[in-house]
């Protein structure tokens, strides 16, 4: 049988019995969380950097992809590289730059800790995102699918008529169906 020795028992202090407590981790994590989200509220990029950035990566976009389809991780690899880089605007196509001026409205939206870029067009009427500002850092989440660069009919002849015009004499009244005696074959009488 053991016996207690004093010698190798420290009592803990205050602070060790708080940082070791299930209470005492949640409250310190709560209060991280709480500094985390002060930082966030002050460090909010402003609308007209928000903007700029969004437009610069707007223009790297239209560059990049120039109605190429590319595949998700492509998509996601160029927005990582898009956060810390900037484009030379004038190599993008000046037509397809007016054209998505003019197709397509690039929206702002603050909120309590972070900003928000939505993109509205006819394809989106609800707006999708396509950036998130937080932190003093606007990360990009734009695709080319989301912006609507041409306009027209999706398929065929929207104007076509279904049903034709057809004239017709007026002493027309139509032709007479073919008719068959009729060969009953059961009872006659009734």
Known sequence: MEQFNSNTYKKQTAVQEFTHSCLGKIIILLAIGCILLVVAAMTRPSDSMMRWQMEDNIHECLQASDSITN??????????GRVFTHTDSTLTNPEMWETYKQLNKLEIYSHLFYKTAYIRNNIHPEGTRVGIGIFGIV???????????????????YGKRLIRDITLPSNYTGENPNVQPYHYQGDPDN
């Open 71 to 80: 595949d998700a991780i492509d998509d996601y690899v160029g927005n990582i």
């Open 139 to 157: 990360i990009p989440t734009i695709k080319y699918a989301d912006l609507l660069m041409n306009t027209g009919a999706v398929r065929g002849d």
